[in-house]
């Protein structure tokens, strides 16, 4: 049994024990009917058929939670869990986090129409590219972000190698 599986696990328990609704499903698989391209791996689906997406955070992340009542979660956590209700039609789902192995949080989320017409455009528009094999246009922004991925957040100046001129 691998790490996650003990951590999905242990979040599950705490989502049942906090609120009396069994997990029923982990892992689960699906394609969307809509979109033949478009698939997820859903966490966890409850007793009653709702998308549970589980995380684990350290106490250091914490600062980028609000509270409960809220979708005060993540940008990424959002999208995905919005791609998850796109792909199993449903119109809400439930992060359940897990913040240092101390304290346990749901927060729940309603599909946005417009959060999920740009995730379907934009999924879309990926698929055709792919289909088709056309590479994406390269573009100062995509220069940009590659860049701070592989080196982080500035503090000042960037140094980067030599070649990286050629290469740009």
């Not at 990926?126 to 995509?142: H, L, M, N």
């Amino acid at each position: 049994i691998s790490k996650d599986d003990e951590l999905v696990r242990e979040a599950a328990d705490l989502y049942t024990e906090q609120t009396g609704i069994a997990i029923a499903e982990t892992q689960v698989f699906g394609i969307s009917e809509r979109f033949d391209w478009m698939s997820a791996t859903i966490d966890g689906l409850n007793e009653h058929g709702n998308i549970v997406e589980f995380k684990h955070i350290t106490t250091r992340r914490l600062q980028e939670l609000g509270n409960e009542e809220m979708e005060a979660v993540p940008e990424p956590w959002l999208v995905q869990v919005h791609h998850q209700m796109i792909v199993a039609g449903k119109s809400s789902a439930e992060i359940a986090v897990l913040i240092g192995n101390e304290d346990f949080r749901i927060y729940p989320v309603e599909r946005n129409p417009d959060l999920s017409d740009l995730i379907i455009t934009m999924e879309t528009e990926f698929a055709e590219a792919i289909r088709s094999q056309t590479p994406p246009e390269a573009g100062p922004q995509d220069v940009c972000s590659t860049v701070l991925r592989a080196y982080g957040p500035p503090n000042g100046a960037i140094q980067l190698s030599p070649d990286f001129d050629e290469m740009l």
